[in-house]
């Protein structure tokens, strides 16, 4: 069985904050896929980033950054200086060699105010 | 490019009745996902297509829904006898292959509720 867990329901910042989403998962399994999605205001998810299992190298993309911890199981996403922009629900997801599930978490509201 | 275009983006409907939504995927994907999203909760898997292969279907809730895939395209959700609880947004997504790390492409979702 695979789960997700985003303990933070919402989170809210000043702009230009720094803020981290965690995300816990769960698996048995040693071959498995993380993503993360962004769903803005106007509801359509949009793709992030994947991380494989075998890929624990952590990742910055601009003022986004990931860290992927087999060790905790744990992919936790850094915004930093974040921006009004920002404001979304944010899902971290879980999918299982061989799976057609893609497992999201509950999500995380986050309020990045002016 | 088009993205994933889903229709009607609302629905209403009253208790009892049958409602079908509709997914386009994106051109040349051959994985299309269905998924629910209920207020305040994340992402429920429904059911899966790839290619021309039997559907996942491991999802789906109850017998009242069912999907098909047309000519390996376009999609169709069907939800019959709709109970209040089958209200949510349906989200549907494509993806290039159907391969575990392929992101998946979401639509805008339709918004459906049951009276």
């Known amino acids: 069985a695979q789960k997700v867990t985003q303990a933070q329901t919402e989170i809210s910042v000043v702009e230009k904050e720094d803020v981290t989403l965690d995300c816990v998962y769960e698996?048995?399994?040693?071959?498995?896929?993380l993503f993360w999605y962004k769903q803005p205001p106007s509801g359509e998810l949009v793709f992030l980033i994947r991380?494989?299992?075998?890929?624990?190298q952590n990742e910055i993309s601009g003022r986004y950054s990931w860290n992927f911890q087999k060790s905790t199981s744990s992919f936790n996403f850094t915004i930093t200086a974040s921006q009004v922009v920002d404001s979304a629900v944010y899902f971290c997801?879980?999918?299982?060699?061989?799976?057609?599930?893609?497992?999201f978490g509950a999500g995380t509201r986050l309020t990045v105010k002016p | 490019g088009a993205g994933v275009s889903q229709s009607p983006s609302n629905k209403v409907t009253e208790k009892g009745k049958d409602v079908e939504l509709r997914c386009d995927p994106i051109?040349?994907?051959?994985?299309l996902y269905w998924y629910r999203q209920s207020l305040g909760q994340g992402l429920e898997f429904l059911i899966y297509?790839?290619?021309?292969?039997?559907?996942?279907k491991s999802g789906l809730p109850s017998d009242r829904f069912s999907a098909e895939r047309t000519g390996g395209s376009v999609s169709t959700l069907t939800i019959q006898r709709t109970q209040q609880e089958d209200s949510a947004v349906y989200l549907c997504?494509?993806?290039?292959?159907?391969?575990?790390?392929?992101?998946?492409?979401f639509g805008n979702g339709t918004r459906l509720t049951v009276t």
């Open positions: 997504a494509s993806s290039v292959s159907g391969t575990e790390n392929s992101p998946l492409h």
């Open positions: 698996t048995r399994d040693t071959t498995y896929y």
């Open positions: 991380r494989n299992s075998f890929d624990e």
């Open positions: 997801a879980l999918r299982l060699y061989n799976n057609n599930d893609m497992r």
């Open positions: 051109s040349g994907h051959t994985a």
């Open positions: 297509f790839q290619g021309n292969s039997a559907p996942d």
